[in-house]
């Protein structure tokens, strides 16, 4: 059974608390041993002057034969009895083991022959005295050495067993520090293979997708939720991408609209001009000269051609087609453009156009069309039917892209709105007199090229609009569609 992110992350992070939770237990558990031994030792050590006090007056007595001294040597071994039964009662199994009752009985041995000779000392004269104590010196003195012994001996041991828990402790500690680390590099390694990265693919993804771009997530193989997210963006991805064609179409219909009126005027004059020539042949067909007759069945034929090459264009634009870059003259491009929108153009506004006629690029002719015919449309509603109009093509030699300029003398975009125009439904226009749908669809359209889209713009001077577009096309959006 294959465990979830989630459950990964939290089994890792218990085990973290837990392994933690351990170091500290078993730190906390051998610095109390180590304070308990600090503590035994210093109580040794303090017993072990007691004695070593005892064996001083024992010394003194066995030199001058004075009774204080006998009788302080039996007050010091009383007492290092008493710190002997306080250190057995106090560290119980701690200092048991170390077979202090053992030590206590000789150490009882050593008072009692201490006592023996302080009740002797009244009974006997000075050289009486001597003669016996020389008798019980050497065994008492012989007691003494071994009881200091022991205990130099006990107290050494005790340095040596706190050294060696120091060393285990320090072992403990450095083994437990490299379970967490290894268990921390683990963690780290898995969030940033198993977790930021497919995050990262699936962000780029994100940012692609709100760019216009709806290409496909590649699978991240990654046996997680991860996958199921990646396969649910995709299905909206693919559900983007249909909506968003939809979009495009519904905006050529809206510009289709506009240019209606414009188109109506341009279909008139060719009519009229045939109404006209043919209700003169009409007339002249009988008695009229021939040559004439003909020469107004031409001039109607001329203003046929005219008007289909006007409809031909309306249902070239307005159809519905797969994203199909080719090679495509801009100079074509931009006259067939206006030709389309010229019945949109107010007599006021002046139309200068420069494009040179050796510029070509590798586009789909009527996607760009719209986007042309979106930007001077803004362009003459901005500039309220009067003023001048400029369209450029340029080719930009350093990055390889041709660049498409429509510049207005409109009343411009104020400075807090620029970042914000290609928003979809952003519209700089009063309430029902846009979607705010125009720039935003423009501006995937470009996307999708490999192109880019910016503008500047002043409040009271004007807008340009540029279009940067590779010469070659982008590889990268050649399959797309909007």
Known sequence: MKLSVQKRISIAFITLVLLGGMIWAISDYRNNLLSMKFHIITEKNRLLNTILEAR???????????????????DYSTSARKQLSDIIDKYQEHARHQNLSRYDAELKRYQSSLVQMHERYGEKSQEGLASETAKNREATRELGRKITSDLEDMVEKERLSVD?????????????????FILAMFVAFYLIFKVNRPLKKINQAVRKIADGDYEKIPPLQTGDEFDEFVNSLNTMIIELGKRNEQLVQSRKMASLGTLTSGVAHELNNPLNNISTSLQIAIEE???????????LLTDAETQVERARDIVKALLEFSRERDFKPKQVAIESLINQTIKLIKGELPSPVNLTVDVPGDLYAVLDFRRIQQVLINLILNAVQAMDG?????????QVTETNEICLQVQDTGKGIPKSHLDKIFDPFYSTKEVGTGTGLGLSVSH?????????????????????FYV???VYGSDTHSTASE
């Open 56 to 74: 001083r007056y024992e010394k003194n007595y066995f030199l001058y034969f004075n009774e204080k001294d006998i009788a302080e040597a039996i």
């Open 164 to 180: 060696r828990l120091v060393k285990e402790s320090r072992l403990y500690i450095f083994l437990g520090t490299l379970c967490v």
């Open 285 to 295: 067909i009988e008695g009229g000269d021939p040559a004439y007759n003909k020469e």
């Open 386 to 394: 009067r003023g001048e109009l400029t369209i450029r093509a340029e």
């Open 444 to 464: 995937g359209i470009v996307e999708n090229h490999g192109g880019r889209i910016h503008v500047e713009s002043r409040q009271g001077e004007g807008t340009t």
């Open 468 to 470: 940067y577009l590779p």
